[in-house]
């Protein structure tokens, strides 16, 4: 069987998120671990988030990628490997982590940098994000472009092809959300997000991800990834840093990244981190793919034995 692996994004996030891995895999508390000596009390921060700090982006990004590596070290570890890979935004990172671009500690301290940036380059700025539920991808988008007439708003995601991620500066993001309502959208629901990423706002973050990416050694890439911005492997003319640049202030291609697999061939998909939205997605995008979320230490232990009988 033909199988991806999907890695979540940020707002996937919750507190207790790994704890129960880190008690049953010891693959998974070595990569929590190295996160750990990186970002001091990431792990407590993780598992028990008592002081609310774990929605805070540069939190949030190196403990889902930390998350992240600590289930594709299991899974390795049992023999089960993708023939594709992909993530949903910081996702990315975790994907090509999976492919041997990142090790474990370039992955988490190139999240955390990545985080401290985007939260910077939305500091001050009074900025939000909203899902656009009901509506085709394109109305969304040409709402977008006359409700920017004053402040830019624009779509950061693509997530099915009636579920849409519009952000910018928060007074044109309620105006698009009221023509979206006027259009047919079912609701508009706002995302918790400290910023609008994966618009032109995010325009420092690139900046700063373009030099910090000078003295970061990348891997040769071992296995396909499905990247966000061209929904599409690596192109000859293409470098991971440039896409990864691109990435942060461009819009996530979720739909067509799908839809890529699937005619890829692409017969399951294993989503990695907390929640089941990238399921989802997948679902309501491509039903020739069928998912499989794994979210807690049972998920994995399932997974295991499933592909433990298959190869039997």
């Known amino acids: ?23 049953v895999f010891p693959a998974f508390a070595d990569a929590i671990d190295i996160a750990e000596a990186i970002r001091p009390g990431l792990r407590k921060m993780m598992f028990l988030d008592e002081n609310s700090q774990l929605s805070e982006t540069q939190n949030t990004q190196p403990a889902l990628a930390a998350f992240a590596a600590g289930v594709t070290a299991v899974l390795y570890d049992a023999g089960i490997r993708p023939e594709y890979l992909a993530g949903l935004s910081l996702g990315e990172y975790s994907a090509l982590h999976a492919a041997g671009v990142f090790d474990v500690d370039t992955l988490v301290r ?24 009901g509506l085709p991808a394109e109305a969304v988008r040409n709402i977008c472009e006359i409700a920017s007439a004053q402040d830019a708003v624009s779509v950061a995601n693509y997530n099915t092809p009636v579920q849409t991620v519009i952000a910018g500066y928060t007074p044109a993001v309620a105006r698009a959300e009221a023509m979206a309502k006027e259009a047919g959208a079912r609701r508009c629901i706002r995302l918790n997000v400290s910023s609008a990423f994966h618009t032109e706002l995010m325009e420092p973050a690139a900046r700063a991800l373009h030099t910090y990416f000078q003295n970061i050694t990348f891997g040769r890439m071992q296995i396909p990834v499905v990247f966000n911005t061209t929904a599409e492997t690596i192109a000859p003319d293409e470098t991971v840093q440039g896409l990864l640049e691109r990435q942060v202030k461009s819009s996530v291609q979720m739909v067509d990244t799908i839809r890529y697999l699937a005619d890829a061939g692409v017969e399951e998909i294993i989503e990695i981190g907390p929640g089941a939205a990238i399921s989802g997605f997948v ?16 998920d994995l232990k399932r997974v295991l034995e499933q592909c433990s009988d298959e190869n039997r």
């Open 1 to 23: 069987m033909k199988r991806a692996f999907m890695y979540a994004g940020q707002g996937s996030q919750r507190p207790g998120m790994g704890k129960d891995f880190y008690e």
């Open 110 to 133: 190139v999240t955390a940098f990545r985080g401290k940036v985007m939260q910077e380059a939305g500091e001050g700025k009074d900025t939000c994000m909203s899902a656009v539920l």
């Open 283 to 298: 679902r309501k995008t491509d039903r020739r793919i069928r998912t499989v979320s794994i979210d807690t230490a049972e």
